[in-house]
T-cell receptor, first 116, second 109 residues
Framework: GAVVSQHPSWVICKSGTSVKIECRSL??????MFWYRQFPKQSLMLMAT?????????EQGVEKDKFLINHASLTLSTLTVTSAHPEDSSFYIC????????????FGPGTRLTVL | GQNIDQPTEMTATEGAIVQINCTYQ??????LFWYQQHAGEAPTFLSY??LDGLEEKGRFSSFLSRSKGYSYLLLKELQMKDSASYLC??????????WGAGTKLIIKP
């Protein structure tokens, strides 16, 4: 149990286009979902935390108008990178939690975004 | 500030035992996670400690000393597939996970 999927696994796009990444909890209801970004050989960086039906809470320095997060249901959250640029190329990972902050986070397999 | 200190890289031999140490300074503390991350993949959960002491789970054990701000992950009977990064991730007073770069563990035959 506790499987999280992400789609797509990898995407290549042209500069200026928008890319949507889906994160789904397949066998549990995720009270909270998290979006991370990781550059090569660096630590995970939390971008935002989202609870179903409410606005996402963005970390300092993350542009909410550029990284649109929608958490429409207890099993689905989406991250849209708007007007992507080469510097947005990164490994984007979502995770989901069943409830408490002390619960483990179940991570999706990640999405590798390359912006040309 | 919040800080995590782990060795950048360690090397061990297949079949051996390795201990990965972690010291941390956080604003408050609500437990500590260890995650494993293979190159190019997302992290996977290994353990969670909130009380002092040793938690054993198969080949992996995790230890916590809250007063010392110290934890370690012990891996026994190392296998080649254990080559990965190991992330010590404390949970601060706001229940935020504090991520560092982790320790890259290289297993040699």
């Amino acid at each position: 149990g506790a499987v999280v999927s992400q789609h797509p696994s990898w995407v290549i796009c042209k500069s200026g286009t928008s890319v949507k990444i889906e994160c789904r909890s397949l066998d549990f209801q995720a009270t909270t979902m998290f979006w991370y970004r990781q550059f090569p050989k660096q630590s995970l960086m939390l971008m935002a935390t989202s609870n179903e039906g409410s606005k996402a809470t963005y970390e300092q320095g993350v542009e909410k108008d550029k990284f649109l997060i929608n958490h429409a249901s207890l099993t689905l959250s989406t991250l849209t990178v708007t007007s992507a640029h080469p510097e947005d190329s990164s490994f984007y990972i979502c995770s989901a939690s069943k409830g408490l902050a002390t619960d483990e986070q179940f991570f999706g397999p990640g999405t590798r975004l390359t912006v040309l | 500030g919040q800080n995590i200190d782990q060795p950048t890289e360690m090397t061990a031999t297949e079949g051996a035992i390795v201990q990965i140490n972690c010291t941390y300074q956080t604003s408050g503390f609500n437990g500590l996670f260890w995650y494993q991350q293979h190159a190019g993949e997302a992290p996977t959960f290994l353990s969670y400690n909130v009380l002092d002491g040793l938690e054993e789970k198969g080949r992996f054990s995790s230890f916590l000393s809250r007063s010392k701000g110290y934890s370690y992950l012990l891996l026994k009977e190392l296998q080649m597939k254990d080559s990965a990064s190991y992330l010590c991730v404390p949970l601060d007073s706001n229940y935020q996970l504090i991520w560092g770069a982790g320790t890259k563990l290289i297993i040699k035959p």
